[in-house]
């Protein structure tokens, strides 16, 4: 009698495959990077501080931190290693490419006086909050 393998996760496969032809059709590498990497957001009564995977980047010019009041975007590219041989693929599942992230902080930061640095696949940012942001008003043209 053979014996047949225990998958109790097999039932799930379905809706898996019906999630990825509904919700992820059609959208570009760079757009699914959102889910790829972990970010976390962490607050002091004076700074914001931010933390995220990044693993794979070689060059600081692969790496792009751009911040608007609250706004931070994390973008930049990762990389594939080049091989001497040409190789078949079976399985590719590590991320390479472009990538944009964009985060709502919780508080109006600064620019000036932000720190940034990058070890190890990890990237810590820390900001000081922005106590009195500029005025910022628009005016409205009558006719």
């Known amino acids: 009698m053979a014996l047949i393998p225990n998958d109790p996760f097999r039932m799930l496969n379905h809706y898996w495959d019906e999630m990825e032809r509904n919700y992820l059709r ?3 590498k760079e757009e ?3 889910f790829l990497y972990r970010v976390d957001v ?3 009564s004076d ?3 931010v933390t995220a ?3 794979g980047l070689e060059k600081k010019e692969d790496l792009h931190i751009e911040i608007n009041e609250n706004l931070l975007t994390i973008s930049g590219e990762v990389k594939r290693a080049a091989t001497a041989v040409e190789r ?3 399985r590719t599942e590590r991320y390479y490419g472009k990538f944009s992230r964009t ?3 919780p508080a109006v930061v600064k620019a000036d006086g932000s720190h940034a640095s990058y070890k190890n696949g990890i990237l810590e940012l820390s900001f000081l909050k922005d106590r009195h942001p500029a005025a910022r008003t628009i005016e409205v ?3």
């Open 32 to 34: 699914l990077s959102q």
């Open 88 to 90: 078949a693929s079976h």
């Open 141 to 143: 043209d009558f006719h």
């Open 47 to 49: 700074q914001v501080y």
């Open 42 to 44: 962490e607050e002091t």
């Open 103 to 105: 985060l709502t902080l």
């Open 53 to 55: 995977e990044i693993p």
């Open 26 to 28: 059609g959208r570009g």
